[in-house]
């Protein structure tokens, strides 16, 4: 079974924020939740990861629920550039199992 | 800071043929992961190597195989390819060691794509 569910697609207008949500119902408590993209025929790219509190960086912030049962991570003013496929991850010493990931679509 | 970098960046063999993939990881890394990525899928893990030894690996069979150089550099070898085994592998790198308390996030390189025909 899969670690972590995530909805297969979802739009976001430009400029606005982009939520992506991730339900890992059976985190353990030694997991992270990391988040990753892919942008089309490249290497995924690391966004952000927390364990407990929320996150926040220069790309993104992270939200976890206080029961550690979902995540979302948000870009807070969405461009075109950031269309491409989000990976919800979990952690647990030197292992990481990514999910089937999001394809956000960005639209003018 | 030059990232992870793998060659070739394509790669076309023919069934029954060997293939040999190539990942230099960031410099200080010592550790380095090998994902497949088949088209429209995710990634699923296949190697996980540190300190030149193999740490882990996920279900694939053993004609995945691959190992770690003294410069922590990897290869990554695939024997008697199969159609299915068409996919985009990709390699990362983290440094180490890894403790609960600290860990670090995976960098990835653009990959090699593999077709097998």
């Known amino acids: 079974d899969a670690k972590t569910t995530q909805p297969t697609s979802m739009d976001c207008a430009e400029g606005r924020a982009a939520n992506l949500p991730c339900n890992h119902s059976t985190i353990s408590g030694n997991e992270y939740v990391y988040w990753y993209r892919q942008i089309h025929s490249q290497g995924p790219q690391y966004i952000i990861h927390?364990?407990?509190n929320n996150e926040t960086n220069e790309m993104a912030s992270l939200i976890i629920t206080e029961d550690r049962k979902s995540s979302t991570l948000i870009l807070p003013h969405a461009t075109l550039r950031d269309t491409a496929v989000y990976y919800c991850?979990?952690?647990?010493?030197?292992?990481?199992?990514f999910g089937s990931g999001t394809k956000l679509n960005v639209k003018p | 800071e030059a990232g992870v970098t793998q060659s070739p960046t394509h790669l076309i063999k023919t069934r029954g043929q060997q293939a040999t993939l190539r990942c230099s990881p960031i410099?200080?890394?010592?550790?380095v992961y090998w994902y497949q990525q088949a088209l429209g899928l995710g990634l699923q893990f296949l190697l996980w190597y540190d300190e030149g030894e193999e740490r882990n690996r996920g279900n694939f069979p053993p004609r995945f195989s691959g190992r770690q150089f003294p410069n922590y550099s990897s290869e990554l070898n695939v024997n008697a390819l199969e159609l299915e085994d068409s996919a985009l592998y990709l390699c990362?790198?983290?440094?180490?060691?890894?403790?609960?308390?600290?860990?670090?996030?995976?960098?990835f390189g653009n990959g090699t794509r593999l077709t097998v025909t």
């Open positions: 991850v979990l952690y647990n010493f030197n292992k990481f199992y």
């Open positions: 927390g364990l407990k």
């Open positions: 990362a790198s983290r440094t180490g060691p890894q403790t609960f308390s600290y860990n670090s996030p995976l960098h």
């Open positions: 410099s200080g890394h010592t550790s």
